[in-house]
């Protein structure tokens, strides 16, 4: 007992010079150090006395810190009571040829993060991890947040296997490692996060296994989608969306935001310090009232958006705003949350398969819609003229401050959203479907609304359908481009998760 006790106590000893989780950034090297660190104080360097790598320490220790909550008590409770933190920070840079990395403790990331290469950790992370005992995949579908995917996985899940991995962006990747030399689980996003004890030794040879994993072509976790564009590509895009914008050739985008809460419920926006509120949908006008501002610049004219109250609840820059998708050098990106994505061929080729699994109302279900002086009638003329018996008007009632449909068929347990537009522009039809769709199924107080509101059954199957007219144009993919099919998949499935039918239907001109 003697003996197995001075092994147990020798083990415990010897894992006390060791780390359980380390994190490591990749950076250029053209980190700037003095920039970035300039809190830091370097301790110790030194040239290739680690099996050839170079290293720099850089440690920043602040004492007596108050905490953050401290203004919360701070006429309750006397400054001598409140307790002080210190916060000690280290930041290891070690490069070896052409290869440079960042080991950061303590809060040593916030100094380093900002200048690391995107995706490095993901990149490591498919090449490392066993496919079969992922923990947690974070994902961000090009609709926003809609599925925001930060999931708990179970069993023998196979991302190549689920549909929505296709249409979606990785943002991290978690799990158990396939060869444990390496570590015990990673989690890979912009940093590499490894657990595992490890001392210097030990993060020196990880060092040079994770170059060569860099080098492989070897994938593991086989997640197929959107990828984000480099920096210097991103900024080359952002360049050639301002030119549009500035020489008024854009087409086919929208003003996005990330929170469709917020977003559904903007009504209008003021352009600068135009005092004329705009629609949230007439990116047109919008856009004329930005050149006037500053014909030079209007990419970087002020947009406010107000709800129906007439409440500020955003203000961002017009270029912070723009969605959708562009042409550049003979390539498709998509922009989404101030972030540029590519397509590919195979990527594209998904996307019209899964459009044709849609459903579409084919039989003439709407009367065309109508002109007055060679120019259509508004939306509130074509509705009107579109009701009667089981399809009523619905869309000047709100339930908790959201549009619910614009027409209501109780016959057909159809819940209709429509819209005049094409491509990109759809999407705010879309997102209307959503939200108002989530709000039927979400608590039984809206239940309640929508039932007493429209005297619908509460307990039918509904269908969502988006009805839209797009004018003179007739070809399928003019009028849903490549952004807008994934847009309209995205609600599509989500709203099929929910328990809806969807069908879209195209009105006559």
Not at 44 to 57: D, M, T
Not at 86 to 114: C, H, P, Q
Not at 280 to 308: C, F, R, W
Not at 325 to 333: F, G, I, P, R, V
């Amino acid at each position: 007992m003697r003996k197995i006790g001075v092994k147990f106590m020798a083990k415990k000893e010897k894992d006390k010079n060791k780390i359980s989780k380390i994190t490591i950034y990749k950076i250029g090297r053209d980190f700037p150090i003095k920039k970035a660190l300039s809190e830091y104080k370097e301790l110790n360097n030194g040239k290739g006395v680690l099996s050839e790598w170079n290293y720099r320490i850089f440690v920043r220790s602040r004492f007596n810190i108050s905490p953050a909550w401290q203004p919360l008590v701070a006429n309750i409770i006397s400054e001598n009571e409140i307790p002080k933190n210190s916060y000690a920070s280290l930041v290891i840079i070690f490069n070896k040829d052409d290869n440079y990395f960042a080991l950061t403790a303590g809060y040593g990331y916030a100094n380093v993060r900002e200048y690391a290469i995107d995706d490095f950790g993901i990149d490591i992370a498919r090449k490392s991890l066993d496919p079969n005992k992922l923990d947690h995949l974070y994902q961000k579908i090009p609709t926003g947040y809609v599925y925001g995917l930060n999931r708990r996985l179970r069993g023998k899940y196979m991302p190549i296997n689920d549909p929505i991995n296709h249409r979606s962006v990785l943002k991290a990747l978690r799990g158990k490692v396939i060869n444990q030399e390496i570590g015990a689980t990673m989690e890979g996003g912009k940093s590499l996060a490894i657990s595992g004890k490890k001392d210097l030794s030990a993060v020196i040879l990880l060092l040079d296994k994770i170059i060569a994993i860099e080098k492989s072509d070897r994938i593991t976790v086989n997640i197929k989608g959107l990828d984000e564009v480099s920096r210097d590509l991103n900024g080359k895009l952002d360049h050639e969306l301002i030119e549009k914008i500035n020489n008024s050739k854009l087409d086919n985008v929208l003003f996005g935001y990330d929170d469709d809460l917020v977003f559904n419920n903007c009504e209008s926006l003021k352009i600068g310090r135009d005092e004329t509120l705009y629609s949230i949908d007439d990116i047109e006008k919008a856009m004329e009232a930005a050149i006037q501002q500053k014909s030079e610049e209007p990419a970087l004219v002020s947009v406010t958006g107000l709800d129906d109250q007439e409440q500020e609840i955003f203000e961002r820059k017009l270029i912070d705003l723009i969605e959708g998708e562009l042409d550049y050098q003979d390539n498709k990106y998509f922009r989404i949350n101030k972030k540029w994505y590519k397509t590919n061929q195979e990527y594209k080729k998904q996307i019209e398969d899964d459009f044709k699994g849609i459903s579409q109302i084919t039989t003439d279900y709407f009367q065309p819609w109508s002109k007055k002086n060679e120019k259509y009638v508004d939306e509130n003329i074509f509705l009107k003229a579109n009701i009667g018996g089981e399809k009523i008007l619905a869309h000047e009632k709100r339930i908790s401050h959201i549009e619910f449909a614009d027409i209501i068929d109780k016959q057909k347990n159809y819940l209709i959203h429509v819209k005049k537009g094409k491509g990109a522009y759809l999407r705010n039809l879309f997102a209307q479907g959503y939200v108002s769709a989530s709000l039927f199924k979400g608590e039984d107080d809206s239940k309640n609304k929508v039932k007493n509101t429209f005297s619908i059954d509460i307990n039918e199957k509904f269908t969502v359908v988006f009805a839209i007219f797009p004018e003179e144009e007739k070809k399928i993919d003019s009028i849903f481009t490549l952004f807008a099919k994934v847009d309209l998949l995205e609600r599509h499935d989500s709203l099929k998760e929910m328990g809806y039918d969807v069908k879209y239907y195209l009105i006559n001109g």
